[in-house]
Every structure is written in C-alpha cells, then in structure tokens.
C-alpha cells in the first residue's frame, strides 16, 4: 500500500527533486557496497562513472536516451583505449596521439547533435583507460569494466527505484500551461475576476515552460508514448496560444469610440469567458489523465461585423482596432480546437494510473468548480490598458 503511493505519478512529480537526490545516494551506495565487497582495483572510477551517470538524468526517458548512449560511448572509449594500450613498447608514443585524434574525430563526428553526451562519455572513458600513457593492460581493463559498473548501476537505480516518467512531467507542464493561459485570457476579459493577477509573472512562466517541454522531447520519444512531431505540434499550438493572449493583454485603445465598439458588441464577453473556462477543463483533464472532451465553440463574429466595420473616430477616421481585436479573439480560439484536436488524437495520452489518483489530490473538486455555469450577462468595465 505505501510502495503503491510513493509510485504515484502525482506523488514523484512533487518531490521528483527529493526522489532523485534519493537515488543518487542509493546508486552511490551500492556501487560502494559491491566494490567493497569483491575488492575490486581502482574502483574510485566507479563512483565517479555512477555520479557522473545520474547527475542529470532524473526521469526514464532521460536514462533511457542518454543512458544508450553513455554506454555506447563508454565501450567505444574503452575499446579505443585498449588497442591504444596493446601497442608495441616501440610505438609508445603514438598513444596520447591516437587519444587525440580518436577524440578529436568523435568530437567533429558529434558536434551539434544530440549525441554529443556520448562522444563526451567516450573521450572520457578513453582517457581514463589510457591514464598517462603506459602500457599495464590489466589497470586499462579494470578502469573500463569500472566504469561500466558505474554506468550501468545509476541506470538501473534510476529506471527501478520510484521513477519518474518524461512523459507525465510533459503532461503536467502542458496542464499547468494551460490553466496560466486561462487565467491571463479571464484576467483580460474581466477586470474583477483576478485584481491582482501578475500578468507578466505568468507570461514568463508559460514561456519557461515551453522551453522546459523543448528539452523533453528526446526522452519522451524514448519512452515510446509521443513521437517528436506529435510533440513538436503540442509546443508550436503552446506558444502561438501564448502569443495571441499576449497580443490581447496588450491590446491599447487610441480613442474611446474603440472601446465603446467593442463594449456594444452583445455576447463577445459570454463567448471569451467560454473559452477561458474551456481552457481550463481542458487542463484539468489534461493533468488527470481522462480523455480529452472539450468542444471549443468557434467566435461567431458576422454578428459583430457592422459594430466593428463601421467603427469611426470623433475625427471620422475609420477604426480598424475593433476588427483586429475580434480577429485575436477568433484566432486564440481556433488554435485552442486545433489543440484539442490534437490531443485527442493521441491514444496514449490517457491515463489510467493519473486518473485512479487524482481524487486523492482533490482535483475532482476543482474540476466540479470550474464546471459551474458563469452568470450570464457578468457586467466588464475593464478598459484596455
């Protein structure tokens, strides 16, 4: 019963920095204990090899991604350096050459791709194995086979001690994105509905966020749920979102017959506090794992045509503001169908596992929150600013 809730995916996301301190520890401590208790030589490289394995690989998709290719780069740096080690006495000095030009090659081989962490392993492990150039075969082959226990040890550890998937942490992030972009959408429609919301305090976390999803998508497309242009297409419908609600939060009015316009248009408020309350149903199950359901109804703004084309300044200028603010407002919710669209789409984006825990977080309640009907008619003296 307490394995079943420290393995819940809530429960690691939480805590997942707590969780991965714990399994560096528990990685160095059972590499310590096995080189303790067979007395193998030189066994400092093993340590070494398992912190340098974890120290940034706090999710499965992580270990699994990289992992491959810390070991991969390992076995080619040990190789090299063994057949570095096995030349004549009379060649000695072609070792720290041959170190040189095998990790000068790997270096060019791998710059820009996303396999440098394993030329960085092989180079490494290379010059562990060669050390200062000597010929003692039996130090080049105890080094490499510590360094593959270390490696393979904070792999291990961290696939089977409480993991943490890459994917959730995707799934949570995308939620938490989400909601900030309901509340900035509500905020701007609604001056009573967050007095105090920090605008550009969220604005900064939803683009950190993004970032954040942006290194993710290896180590997702690793744990075999989303592939990388299913990923690619959630973050570009993230942040083009993001880009029309900021255009909205800083929609100005040059004159009053602007705003006016845009105050007579009957039922645009109803239709933009939908949206935002959509929004974040769609969050909610987004984080607890249920099926994607949100039906986002399209602006309907031919009813608003002749309040927006016909807008005219106290001068007679004609105003274009008007129609520019209801295209923003179309366009957020077109993007957020495209969205919905493709999250629906995903069958392996449901979760049963998130879906079976989230009452104990009392995330049934919240949702029951937002689901209540708004009051119609809801009275807006925000002016843009």
């Known amino acids: 019963m307490i394995l079943a809730r420290l393995r819940d995916p809530y429960f690691t996301h939480r805590h997942r920095r707590t969780l991965h301190v714990m399994r560096v520890t528990l990685a160095l401590c059972i590499t310590f204990g096995i080189i303790q208790f067979f007395t193998i030589p030189h066994s400092g490289w093993a340590l070494v090899s398992t912190a340098m394995v974890m120290g940034n690989l706090p999710h499965i ?25 096995l030349l004549p006495e009379s060649l000695s000095m072609l070792i720290p050459l041959g170190s040189l030009l095998g990790i000068a090659f790997v270096t ?36 490499s086979f510590d360094v593959l226990l270390g490696t393979l040890i904070g792999i291990v550890v961290t696939i089977l001690v409480l993991p943490h998937k890459a ?21 701007h429609t609604s001056a009573t509905s967050a007095p105090d919301l920090d605008t550009r305090e969220l604005l900064k976390h939803c683009s950190g966020l993004l ?34 609600i900021e255009l909205l939060l800083e929609t100005h009015w ?3 017959a602007g705003h006016e316009r845009i105050d007579a248009m009957q039922g645009l408020r109803d239709q933009q506090h939908t949206l935002a309350r959509n929004l974040g149903t769609l969050a909610f199950q987004v984080r607890t794992g249920h099926p994607v359901d949100v039906d986002i ?12 084309g016909d807008a005219h300044a ?5 105003l274009f503001s008007p129609s520019g603010y209801l295209w923003l407002n179309r366009e957020l919710a077109r993007l957020s169908g ?35 009907t708004p009051h119609q008619g809801e009275s807006d003296d925000r002016e843009p600013s």
């Open 61 to 85: 998709g992580g270990v699994l991604d990289k992992g491959r290719q810390r070991l991969l780069g390992t076995i080619l740096g040990a190789l090299w350096g063994l057949l570095l080690i």
């Open 108 to 143: 060019w081989l791998t710059f820009g791709k996303r396999y440098g962490y394993g030329g960085l392993m092989f180079a490494i492990t290379l010059l562990l194995v060669v050390g200062g150039g000597s010929h003692d075969l039996t130090v080049a082959l105890w080094r």
């Open 167 to 187: 994917t959730d942490m995707l799934r949570f992030m995308l939620a938490d994105n989400l909601d900030r972009m309901a509340r900035l959408f509500h905020a």
């Open 211 to 244: 970032v954040k999803q942006r290194g993710l998508v290896d180590a997702i497309h690793r744990e075999r749920r989303l592939r990388r242009g299913e990923l690619d297409d959630l973050i570009s419908l993230q942040r083009r979102m993001l880009s029309t």
């Open 254 to 256: 040059n004159t009053r």
């Open 297 to 308: 109804p399209p602006f309907e703004l031919q009813r608003h045509a002749e309040l927006a």
């Open 314 to 318: 106290e001068d007679g200028r004609k």
């Open 338 to 372: 495209e969205l919905i669209e493709r999250l629906g789409g995903l069958e392996r984006l449901p979760s049963r596992r998130l879906r079976k825990r989230a009452r104990r977080h009392g995330l049934q309640a919240l949702h029951r929150d937002r689901a209540r």
